[in-house]
């Protein structure tokens, strides 16, 4: 199986991904679609816009590294993450994760440690613009204590979800 992963600047279509990925396939029994989308509110302003900003070749690597780390970790039968960057709007498609196996358990568990990744670990910097008093205010956002608590639970002394 082929995993797909793409950094793009344009808007994806997350049932056509979804489809590709199980076009012509019967032993595929579950499909797992997550989608980010930009919410307009952030810290008690309105959100203008967010800008999500990379290095091509180490995003790319550094996600395919962490697909990879899911399809041992689970039987999966496909995988696409599609991840944009540039400047997104409130309601704008951000993140495109993809997963499919035999059982939706293998299926949830996969989107949900790729998303947790993805939030914490990939190398994406992201700034916000806030309407403010005239203008708008660009502000750099750092990492937060509860989405890292999150991929935590992803770690070998975790457990169960430990990588095997």
Do not use: N
Not at 9 to 29: H, T, Y
Not at 85 to 92: F, L, V
Not at 101 to 111: K, N, S, V
Not at 116 to 123: E, G, I, S
């Amino acid at each position: 199986m082929a995993a797909t992963v793409r950094l793009q600047r344009e808007p994806f279509d997350a049932a056509s991904e979804a489809e590709k990925l199980r076009r012509g396939r019967s032993d595929i029994g579950a499909v797992v679609t997550f989608t980010g989308i930009c919410r307009g509110d952030e810290a008690d302003a309105p959100l203008v816009a967010m800008t999500l900003e990379h290095y091509p070749d180490m995003a790319d690597a550094e996600i395919a590294r962490h697909v990879a780390a899911a399809e041992r970790r689970w039987p999966l039968l496909g995988v696409a993450v599609i991840h944009r960057y540039g400047r997104i709007q409130p309601g704008e498609d951000i993140v495109l994760v993809v997963t499919a196996a035999a059982h939706r358990q293998d299926a949830f568990a996969a989107a949900e440690f790729l998303m947790d990744y993805l939030k914490t670990r990939a190398p994406f910097w992201k700034q916000i613009e806030l309407a403010g008093g005239g203008g708008t205010d660009k502000i750099w956002v750092e990492a937060k204590r509860s989405d890292d608590a999150l991929a935590d639970r992803w770690a070998p002394s975790s457990g169960r979800r430990a990588a095997e």
